[in-house]
């Protein structure tokens, strides 16, 4: 039964056995009330159970698991079974992704656990339910002839970096452990790709890259990643719009499992993994392969105590250089942000 048929019903009852006419003014302003909640549980239950028209996802080169999600067509196989349409949306950076969540562009995005922090801190609400690789995407990366060998070598220097996304908050915790401050160097504001090009022209001393432009860079022009630190790395998650989630909490699950169909396919065929990634980003072979088999782990796909604590240790930076308020709690912040239920239920163990 519909919705409205149901609500239809409701009236009808209601009617049939109250008389205004006959009943004190108490009872009839009871009755009236009572039928709006009952309409009001239905109306709720029928959104949970229902389906959206579109579901709208992203994809990015920084996550190769969405390539092959996207090339191999299964979401659009499993949704159109009821009758939900798929649409794509590239992502640039996280920063992008969370932009494009909180203008409710897309349903489901692609960051990293730091920067869906900040965006949630920020107030844009979404919930991260998913890791789609642990990746060694940034590092600290300069050129041959700069005389840059170490962080400290930085101060005073032009350093290219993306605001809100994993290279960037990598930059802050670098310079911290340092003992330098964002004070001490230039940052320039630049989306990834635009960070790499001004390096290569001399623009910036160092970039904080991200894969593979950062591949490419060191394969192509001899850039050097003076600064790596795995354990900096943020993760790379994907986040859902908590409206979408709480609506349609199925269609949440459907697009998880979807997922893991592409990331188990990844890990079984990482060389064509390896050719999707290079037609999509346009990239020489040599340049996907050293992103996906050196700095690419697609192994745990859960939200567990590993992510919280590199993410909380991230969120400490934010807050000590001023990128989240100082007043952020972040250990409650984290407890809003992580949803591990949906993929909890979808994935084996």
Partial sequence: MSFDTQTRTIIRTWKTWLNPNRLPGWAVLFSVVLSLLIVSSCSSSQVAAGKP??????????????????????????????????????????????????????????????????????????????????????????????GINTVQDLRGKKIAATRGTDPHIFLLRALDEAGLSPNDVEMVQLQHADGRAALERGDVDAWAGLDPHMANTELEKGSKLFYRNADFNSY?????????????????????????????????????????????????????????????????????????????????????????????????????LLEPKFAEKVVSK
């Fill in 53 to 146: 028209d579109t579901v709208r996802v992203d994809f990015a080169y920084y996550n190769p698991v969405s390539l092959a999600l996207k090339d191999k067509g299964w979401l659009e196989e499993e949704l159109s079974k009821e009758g939900v349409k798929v649409e794509w949306t590239q992502s640039a950076g996280s920063n992008k992704a969370l932009e494009l969540l909180n203008s409710r562009s897309i349903d489901f995005g692609s960051t990293a656990g730091a920067a869906a922090l900040i965006g949630k801190a920020n107030g844009n609400p979404i919930k991260t339910i998913y890791v789609y690789s642990k990746p060694e995407w940034t590092a600290l990366v300069t050129r041959p002839d700069t």
């Fill in 236 to 336: 790379g998650v994907l986040n859902v719009r908590e409206e979408f989630a709480e609506k349609y909490p199925t269609c949440v699950e459907k697009v998880i499992a979807a997922y893991e169909q592409a990331r188990q396919w990844s890990l079984d065929n990482p060389s064509e993994l390896t050719a999707i990634l290079q037609r999509e980003a346009k990239l020489p072979p040599q340049v996907a392969s050293k992103q996906l088999e050196e700095r690419t782990d697609l192994f745990n796909p859960l939200l567990g105590q590993a992510q919280r604590e590199t993410i909380a240790a991230a969120g400490d930076v934010l807050k000590k250089s001023g990128v989240i308020p100082g007043s952020v709690d972040v250990e409650q912040t984290l407890s809003q």
